[in-house]
């Protein structure tokens, strides 16, 4: 055995996977929702475990009025007071070789009649464990924390430093990831421990939240003839923006190969009326449209724009719908061709799984956008199956988690080296 496999296995044998269970669970059962003050506590909490492991912890609160000022702002959907910035860095010379990024926050929990008991109860049930969040993705955030756990208990001492991006908002758009790289920190290549089934993702697809607001005309339900359905005049807007959602679907790259819909447009909330026996003259739409990979968000707006303006609808005609953007702005991002990380991961997962890892693109927008726009090549592989993310019953394989605690350390030690 070598020396760099003497060190290697003995990191593996520092991870503690019921200690990583355990961790997982204490993230779990924080409710930190975006925006709300338990995303702040679960920061707060990170912080203090990268301490602990012995890392150069930077924790800030970020500058809200300052973020949004500036250049490249990803938008926000999520009401906020408050949000705070992690980041965690190992000894050793220059710039990280690795970082290892995950976010803090989740999305609401939805009706509670849905879930199996408390969804921050953290349950589990054999090898799965149950709770909001736990896939997407806590499970990823505690797999990195464990990596440095184990670092510091075996007591390796990495070359290069390896950084930990523990950030908030990534559910309504990147706030966190934003405040990250606008404060300077960076790194040489990050790994998003996003829920990925096994596969590596090396690209992921953009998402823009529009709203749509449709007029009608008020009257009296009794006398509907004398009003303008605002709810009616919508169908025509819906069926321009599914034969758009065709067309911007035809001949996807082929890295979506097997992806039915890599860019879909979905109308996610609608309201109308205010009155039960009134005419409602007013609607309001509000949806997330696909940017196809490398496609200016502002051409992927101006072809939503242009084909609700070009609809042939003699009301719509003198009442054009209005279109604005407002919360998250997705663009699309995708790792280099040809990058040495899509290929250190693979190597560790093949290693540790015993099977080579699909290489695909995911249809959803995420926090890998912004480190490729800073210079930071980035992809995804963490545990846990986006088809639990969002969902009731969201849960999460905690083999795993096992299995992407060990990759990241051995890709952690790969690229950092360790001191002689």
């Not at 199956?385 to 096992?402: G, S, T, Y």
Request: some cysteine; charged content about 25%.
């Amino acid at each position: 055995m070598s020396q760099d496999e003497v060190i290697e296995a003995r990191v593996l044998d520092a991870l503690d996977e019921a200690e990583t269970v355990r961790l997982l669970a204490d993230l779990v059962r924080v409710p930190s929702v975006t925006g709300t003050d338990a995303e702040s506590d679960l920061q707060h909490h990170c912080a203090r475990l990268l301490v602990e492991a012995g890392l150069d912890v930077d924790v800030w609160k970020l500058d809200l009025d300052e973020l949004r000022a500036a250049p490249g702002f990803p938008g926000t959907e999520a009401p906020r007071t408050e949000g705070y910035g992690v980041v965690g860095v190992t000894e050793g010379e220059g710039e990280p070789a690795l970082v290892l990024q995950g976010h803090a926050d989740v999305v609401p929990i939805g009706d509670p009649a849905r879930w199996e008991g408390d969804p921050f109860a953290a349950r589990i049930s054999g090898n799965i464990m149950h709770g909001r969040g736990a896939c997407d993705m806590k499970a990823g955030l505690a797999a990195n924390l464990a990596v440095v756990a184990a670092l510091s208990r075996s007591g390796v001492r990495l070359a290069r430093p390896l950084a930990l991006h523990c950030v908030v908002g990534e559910e309504d758009g990147g706030l966190g990831a934003f405040a990250t790289l606008a404060r300077g920190h960076r790194g040489e290549a990050a790994v998003i421990a996003e829920p990925t089934s096994g596969a590596i993702i090396a690209a992921t697809a953009g998402a823009l939240t529009f709203r749509i607001e449709v007029a009608g005309r008020a009257a009296h339900g009794a006398t509907r003839y004398e009003g303008v359905n605002a709810l009616e005049v919508f169908w025509p807007v819906f069926e321009v923006i599914r034969r758009l959602e065709a067309d911007r679907n035809r001949d996807p790259d082929p890295v979506f190969d097997g992806n039915p819909m890599p860019y879909p447009i979905e109308i996610g909330t609608v309201r109308a009326g205010d009155w039960a026996s009134s005419v409602p003259d007013l609607l309001v739409a509000e949806g997330r449209l696909g940017v196809r990979l490398d496609e200016d968000p502002a051409q992927a707006r101006l072809a939503l724009e242009t084909a609700i303006a070009e609809l042939d609808h003699p009301w719509l005609r003198e009442h054009p719908p209005v279109v604005t953007w407002p919360g998250g702005q997705f663009a699309s991002g995708r790792l280099p061709t040809g990058h040495a990380l899509l290929g250190q991961v693979a190597t560790a997962v093949a290693e540790v799984t015993g099977s080579h890892p699909a290489e695909a693109a995911a249809p959803y927008g995420s926090d890998l956008r912004l480190y490729a726009a800073g210079g930071i090549p980035a992809l995804h592989y963490g545990p846990g199956d986006v088809r639990f993310a969002h969902a009731p019953r969201e849960q999460v394989d905690l083999r795993e988690l096992r299995d992407v605690t060990r990759v990241l350390a051995l890709l952690a030690l790969r690229r950092c080296g360790v001191r002689g």
